[in-house]
């Protein structure tokens, strides 16, 4: 067995594939390319928005509650509705039919947040009460109207959606001026847990 005497050039390439090898452990590796997740549970619903005009009390599912200096409460602001804030209890169906079943009720509010283009932000819960399902789902994120399709967030839900999460794609199936409009929701849950 040959000695070595301290010459540093016979240990050189030993240090230099041992930095070598440092280096390329701490690369970072490049993530393996993952499928689309499936969606555990997927729903198509429609739900329904009468703003009240101050003549339709009887049928409104909305109101405004907020207006710019501007604006009033009965009639949305110009300038893409800026400021404007509504809340809404409207009806949800299984189909495009106002006077379908309602399956259950879609409840919060939505705010015009832009003075350029028509966009609002979104923040609501389909509450269920029927033989299919139980429980709520809650939705919220940006609502760029002018777009065919726009996807927000599922945030979560209780019953037979307890703790889900997804995402929504909506799309205005329906418009009627600034009185009437149906939107399409299609739920991608992605999170479903057996309650």
Not at 24 to 46: D, E, I, M, T
Request: proline fraction near 6%; charge should be negative.
């Amino acid at each position: 067995m040959a000695r070595s005497n301290g010459n540093p050039m016979q240990t050189f390439p030993f240090f230099l594939i041992l930095i070598f090898f440092v280096f390329l452990c701490g690369l970072p590796s490049v993530p393996a390319a993952r499928p689309s997740p499936k969606p555990c549970k997927n729903l198509v619903l429609y739900f329904h928005d009468i703003l009240y005009n101050g003549k339709n009390a009887d049928n409104a599912t909305s109101a405004i509650v907020g207006a710019p200096a501007w604006g009033n409460l009965t009639i949305l602001a110009g300038q893409s509705h800026f400021g404007d804030v509504v809340v809404f209890d409207d009806p949800i169906t299984t189909d495009s039919n106002l006077h379908s079943p309602p399956v259950g009720r879609a409840q919060g509010l939505y705010l015009y947040d832009q003075k350029q283009t028509f966009s609002a932000w979104l923040g609501f819960t389909f509450q269920f009460n029927s033989t299919q399902h139980k429980g709520t789902i809650s939705f919220a994120g940006a609502d760029p109207l002018m777009n065919k399709t726009r996807q927000i967030s599922v945030i979560g839900g209780t019953g037979d959606f307890f703790m889900t999460r997804g995402v929504a794609t909506l799309e205005t199936d329906a418009l009627e001026g600034d009185v009437y409009f149906r939107l399409r929701t299609d739920i991608n849950l992605y999170e479903c847990y057996d309650a």
